[in-house]
């Protein structure tokens, strides 16, 4: 099959929609499918306004057309709800060509955290853009529960995975930190709720892998806690591995990737019991605690069983994911021929097409 995925967040962006897009990508041409991501590095940009390491498209639609129609593929899945999904959305609502979505992003909670923008006029908008949709991708039950809430309908499940050859449990001795070392990673901005952790008092030490635009500023602020800035794969493996507990403060994530990751580690998870942490780690108190009280959270997570933190990680699998994600596509020769069935089969019985018209 010949898969296109419009996504607006692509590489260089590190963040969890683009691992999660390129681990899909990278099974589906494993299983012999010709897969295509039409990112935001194929078009003009413009930085986005207060995360400058995000680019936005500009007037991407021409061109976009353009890219589509050479691929000439067989599904097409909208990933995210920027100017590039607007744009291919637009290309097929005109050209009646059915699509998925994906909902990776909680964005009027961002954008209300940010602005004060009331959540029913963001919801308003995300349910106009997904309703276009044969299908709307979430990656947790909680997530589907919150969206069936505020209206959206054609939910279905499309889970998450993890490398676990690259996050397993190692050594520890790779950090000479005071212990316990608590650790967050992802990026350092306001919407991942990061001070809520970082404005703890704890024994030991605070650790921050990542970077983003307000790495500087908590840097100051909190000189107490390490910033370690950004890690290729191999040393963030490392660094999982050597932490006790990996805190997640985030209220408003989808999913989370970075749990997954902590866990094949061996490490628990200390989060607040919200859509991600719920789903992942709720059901399983033996590799990490929730709590509203985060301090709370990360005590109660301490000491957890390694092993069960591995075992519960190794239910997910990229393989599985792909799976999920594969069911959900529709391709488009069975949408173009869903309609042309129904016209043949209203035709009257005995006459010839001119007749029956």
Not at 34 to 45: D, T, W, Y
Not at 152 to 162: A, E, H
Not at 231 to 239: C, D, F, P, R, V
Not at 287 to 295: K, M, R, S, T
Request: proline share 7%; aromatic share 10%.
């Amino acid at each position: 099959m010949r898969i296109l995925i419009v996504s607006d967040a692509w590489h260089p962006q590190v963040n969890g929609v683009v691992r999660t897009l390129t681990k899909t990508r990278e099974v589906l041409e494993r299983r012999g499918h010709v897969v295509e991501v039409i990112g935001p590095e194929q078009f003009r940009r413009v930085p986005c306004p207060t995360y400058p390491e995000i680019e936005l498209s500009i007037l991407p639609y021409r061109r976009l057309v353009k890219l589509i129609e050479a691929f000439n593929p067989d599904a097409i899945h909208i990933a995210t709800e920027g100017p590039l999904g607007m744009a291919a959305r637009k290309y097929c609502k005109r050209n009646g060509l059915i699509f998925t979505t994906a909902y990776h992003t909680k964005f009027p909670e961002y954008i209300h955290e940010r602005t004060k923008l009331p959540l029913k006029w963001s919801y308003a908008f995300m349910r106009w853009f997904h309703g276009g949709s044969a299908g709307v991708m979430v990656a947790t039950d909680s997530l589907a529960k919150s969206l069936s809430d505020w209206g959206f309908k054609n939910l279905k499940t499309w889970s998450r995975g993890v490398d676990i050859e690259r996050f397993k449990p190692r050594s520890k001795d790779i950090l000479d930190l005071p212990r316990p070392i608590y650790l967050y990673a992802g990026r350092v901005v306001v919407d991942k709720n990061i001070e809520a952790f970082l404005q703890l008092k704890l024994d030991g030490t605070k650790l921050v892998v990542g970077i983003g635009p307000d790495l500087e500023g908590y840097r100051a602020k909190y000189p107490e806690a390490v910033f370690a800035g950004y890690l290729e794969n191999g040393h963030l493996a490392s660094y999982f591995a050597a932490a006790d507990v990996f805190v997640f403060p985030s209220l408003t994530d989808t999913f989370g990737l970075v749990l997954l990751e902590a866990l094949a580690s061996g490490v628990p998870v200390a989060a607040y019991p919200v859509t991600g942490p719920i789903d992942i780690v709720g059901p399983h108190p033996d590799v990490g605690a929730l709590h509203e009280d985060l301090a709370v959270a990360i005590k109660n997570a301490l000491g957890k069983s390694p092993e069960a933190c591995r075992a519960l990680a190794l239910q997910y699998s990229w393989d599985a994911c792909t799976d999920q994600f594969l069911n959900n596509l529709v391709p488009l020769a069975k949408a173009k021929a869903e309609p042309a069935a129904r016209a043949e089969s209203g035709k009257a019985p005995g006459k010839t097409p001119a007749a029956a018209e």
